[in-house]
């Protein structure tokens, strides 16, 4: 618990000086629970005192850690009871520490603590210790009231709340503490997967690759209302290193994707993976008949758009499908279980997990933090995209780099098809990486972000 504290005063410190200019003199409030948390919490407002500045802990329940208690009064904390007046209390405050609820918590604040949200709204920093109080550690759905972080402090290991939407969007910049525990932990529930994973993974070529072993993807896509859908993908392919592309699709999609790109071969032939149905309407019965046969040849594909609908019935782990939230939830009514959009929102995972299970194939939920998930049970997320990459066509961009992917490896996907969960994360990364060079901190358009994909891969650690 003391390395814990100290670990938490010093983020505490630094974000004093951040925003505030210092930490003598600040004015610092510790909301502290009756957990390890709140000992945690306490231990540090003991040594935040020492250092100057002016902390009042507010307890939240009936008994707290009592050495905590006795550090943080002996260091000049003063200690009251959790007042009703919350917005009184938080007035004037530089920073607010959460150590309300821990990993225990469950369901959402108590109601004597729901007004805690709208009293800190533009007020203090929030930092949590180990987690948002209101949160539940071991999922990433929010179900009920939460005190938004700032900073969230967590010790050993991420906890799934840390990883998962839409709880990892109230968990603000996450600090990972090592307390030497590390051989302790179990086998992780969920995997964030970052640059540097995705750069020890790409495949790159040899001396011996040409441009059939490095990678031949299929695409399917576009149609007479969504033209450019085929342009994305494809483009997205080549610029992810695809030794080559061939396009399937209408004659005035594949004029396009020819002006675009003229290395890219229109027509059918040899293929080692698939990206399926970005732009394609379910009513669009030629490129639907494409789509069940690339999907019969039992090939690695990305499902992507008009190809969720009237899937086959058993699919397999390397058949990645690419819904977003609307879609999955769509799929999900495909199968008998009414789950609508909303709900899907609320708990991507579940309804990731609920579709897997159902047809055997690797699912990638799109949205600020991507799941991927697999009918075996892993789950790995990305969240590396900035907020501008919600636009039109950023998922026919994703979609392209994933085939990419999938195609590089299609040898080893043979040999171990829960690799298809590794590389969906890794194209997602690899995607939000292209989105931050393109959009440089303003707006972005999607064939933008494609062009990006070459100084995203060459830029990420280790490459």
Request: proline letters at 7%.
């Amino acid at each position: 618990m003391q390395r814990a504290a100290a670990a938490l005063a010093a983020e505490c410190a630094a974000v004093l000086r951040e925003r505030a200019g210092g930490v003598a003199g600040r004015r610092v409030v510790v909301l502290a629970g009756a957990g390890d948390n709140g000992g945690d919490a306490l231990f540090a407002a003991a040594r935040l005192a020492r250092r100057g500045a002016a902390v009042l802990v507010a307890t939240t329940a009936g008994r707290v850690h009592p050495a905590g208690l006795v550090a943080a009064r002996a260091a000049g904390a003063r200690v009251l009871e959790l007042p009703a007046d919350l917005p009184g209390l938080l007035a004037g405050a530089d920073l607010l520490v959460d150590g309300v609820a821990g990993i225990g918590g469950r369901g959402g604040l108590r109601p004597a603590l729901a007004g805690l949200p709208s009293a800190a709204a533009g007020g203090p920093v929030v930092v949590a210790v180990d987690l948002p109080s209101g949160l539940d550690a071991d999922t990433g759905a929010v179900d009920g009231v939460v005190l938004p972080a700032d900073v969230t402090v967590t010790f050993g290991t991420a906890k799934p709340c840390h990883l998962l939407a839409p709880a990892a969007g109230l968990c603000g910049r996450l600090v990972v503490v090592d307390l030497g525990t590390s051989g302790e932990l179990p086998a992780p529930a969920v995997e964030r997967i970052e640059p540097a994973d995705v750069a020890r993974g790409w495949r790159r070529p040899g001396p011996g690759d040409d441009k059939y072993s490095r990678g031949v993807v299929g695409v399917v896509a576009g149609g007479p209302d969504y033209t450019g859908a085929a342009v994305l993908a494809v483009e997205a392919a080549v610029r992810a290193g695809a030794g080559m592309v061939r396009y399937l699709g209408p004659e005035h999609p594949t004029e396009l994707v020819r002006q675009r790109r003229p290395e890219v071969v229109a027509g059918a032939g040899r293929v080692q993976a698939w990206v399926l149905g970005p732009g394609v309407s379910p009513d669009d019965d030629v490129q639907g008949g494409r789509i069940r046969d690339a999907l019969a040849s039992g090939q690695p594909a990305v499902v992507d758009a008009g190809a969720l609908t009237g899937l086959p019935p058993e699919l397999g782990p390397l058949h990645v499908l690419t819904p977003h939230a609307g879609e999955l939830s769509r799929l999900l009514a495909s199968l008998g279980q009414d789950v609508d959009r909303a709900a899907v929102e609320a708990d991507p995972l579940a309804a990731a997990r609920a579709v897997a299970a159902a047809t055997g194939a690797t699912v990638l939920v799109k949205g600020s933090v991507t799941t991927v998930v697999s009918a075996a049970g892993r789950v790995a997320t990305a969240a590396s995209a900035p907020p501008w990459l919600g636009t039109a066509g950023a998922g026919d961009v994703l979609a392209g780099v994933l085939g990419a992917a999938l195609a590089a490896r299609a040898d080893d996907l043979a040999a171990d098809p829960g690799l298809a969960v590794d590389l969906a994360a890794a194209a997602a990364v690899l995607h939000g990486q292209a989105a931050g060079l393109a959009s440089a901190g303003g707006p972005l358009a999607a064939l933008d972000v494609a062009d990006a994909v070459p100084a995203a891969l060459t830029s990420l650690p280790g490459w």
